[in-house]
């Protein structure tokens, strides 16, 4: 019945710090391709203006589809994180549901003894008595050959 965890060690240790290392790792992606994003999309604005000569309008036209090229592969890297964040929200729900279902069979193991040595006793009670009985039976008159 230890609910306070480990005093900080032992497995739930080193999942809660696997999962703090995980978190620290998702954020640090969710930071980078959000820059990025931000970044390519300024880019874009800037790189858009209409310019007169043509050569330069084609250099921008690159830029913008280089740029746009970008936005989409850090977007993807996101839509790519989500589904992993789902995955891990999943498994980890079977993990806490897991550790329920261990700890309720536990408790019930537990109950299961407990109603078998009661069991036990009471069959011990009945067979005393049951001699008990059968001993002020057989020594009483009013028995019957």
């Known amino acids: ?10 497995p ?15 954020m640090q992606r969710v930071e980078t391709d959000i820059a990025n994003i ?3 999309f300024s880019q874009l604005v800037n790189v ?20 746009a ?3 989409v592969q850090a977007a993807d890297s996101l ?3 989500v589904s992993e964040l789902k995955q891990t ?3 980890s729900g079977f993990a ?11 408790e019930f193991n537990r109950q299961a003894e407990k109603t078998d040595r009661m069991l036990a006793r009471i069959g011990e009670e009945a067979a005393a008595s049951l001699k008990e009985i059968e001993a002020h039976y057989y020594s009483s008159g009013h028995r019957i050959d």
């Open 89 to 91: 929200a999943i498994f």
């Open 48 to 67: 858009a203006r209409v310019n007169d000569p043509p050569v330069r309008n084609t250099q921008e036209t690159f830029m913008m589809e280089m740029r």
């Open 69 to 71: 090229s970008r936005m």
């Open 79 to 81: 839509l790519k994180l």
């Open 1 to 10: 019945m230890n609910k306070g965890g480990g005093g900080g060690s032992g």
């Open 96 to 106: 806490s549901l897991n550790d329920h279902v261990e700890q309720r069979t536990n």
């Open 38 to 40: 931000v970044d390519n």
């Open 12 to 26: 739930t240790a080193a999942v809660a710090a696997a999962a703090a290392q995980k978190q620290k790792t998702l």
